[in-house]
């Protein structure tokens, strides 16, 4: 079984430049988290996605940050513009669908976005 | 506001010892409590959850304690190996419609063999 997919897994990008980053959830999965880690700190919740919705996004910034979670295809975290402060470990994580057992959060092994 | 904190940001055992790794949480809501794994360059990794309605789980090697009076967290790993240095998180799903987690900063637990 293919656990939680994220692709690239490294992105460069310059300033000022757009970077897209996609997950694919577990299979079965219905359930997309988006959580961004900077050196040395934890994760910070950033967006909760089903599909074709977005159910939770306290955690992301008010501008540039978008996500979406199609009915076909991957889940997308879009970054327009990026910034240097945009430079972090980007992790998605997947859940079953609601009335599971356990809340668990699988996570994928995460995109390490550097801004230059 | 909602935080997890973790007292201790750094631990280092000897290989054989056991590791207790502590945590604190401030949101009474929280139902659900999970401990991940990070290994350099990796994505977290499950190890063990909680629910609000238990004080104790074990699992392989490890055992989670939640004490809901003080707010506080532990994870106990038996019989540290070196395969268990890396980066431990807990983690707090506040319930609800979001589901979201709130990680703490993290504990280092280095293995001397």
């Known amino acids: 079984n293919a656990g939680v997919m994220q692709n690239p897994r490294h992105l460069v990008r310059r300033r000022g430049q757009e970077a897209r980053l996609r997950c694919s959830p577990m299979?079965?999965?219905?359930?997309v988290y988006w959580y961004r880690q900077l050196p040395e700190e934890g994760l910070k919740f950033m967006v909760y996605?089903?599909?074709?919705?977005?159910?939770?996004e306290s955690g992301m910034p008010k501008e540039r940050f978008s996500a979406e979670f199609p009915k076909e295809g991957p889940s997308i975290l879009r970054i327009q513009q990026v910034v240097r402060g945009d430079s972090a470990a980007y992790f998605c994580?997947?859940?079953?669908?609601?009335?599971?057992?356990?809340?668990?959060?699988?996570f994928g092994p995460g995109t390490r976005l550097t801004v230059t | 506001g909602e935080s997890v904190g973790l007292h201790l940001p750094t631990l280092s055992v000897q290989e054989g010892d056991n590791s207790i790794i502590n945590c604190a949480y401030s949101?009474?809501?929280?139902?659900?409590f999970i401990w991940y794994k990070q290994e350099s360059g990796k994505g977290p990794q499950f190890i063990i959850d909680?629910?609000?309605?238990?004080d104790k789980r074990q699992g392989q090697r490890v055992t989670v304690l939640l004490n809901k009076t003080v707010k506080h967290l532990s994870l106990q790993i038996a019989a540290t190996q070196p395969g268990d240095s890396a980066v431990y998180f807990c983690a707090e799903n506040v319930g609800g419609a979001t589901n979201k987690l709130i990680f703490g900063t993290g504990t280092l637990l280095a293995v001397q063999p």
């Open positions: 299979k079965g999965h219905s359930h």
């Open positions: 909680i629910r609000s309605n238990m």
């Open positions: 949101n009474s809501a929280s139902d659900y």
């Open positions: 996605l089903q599909k074709e919705n977005i159910i939770d």
């Open positions: 994580a997947s859940s079953p669908p609601t009335g599971m057992v356990s809340y668990e959060q699988y």
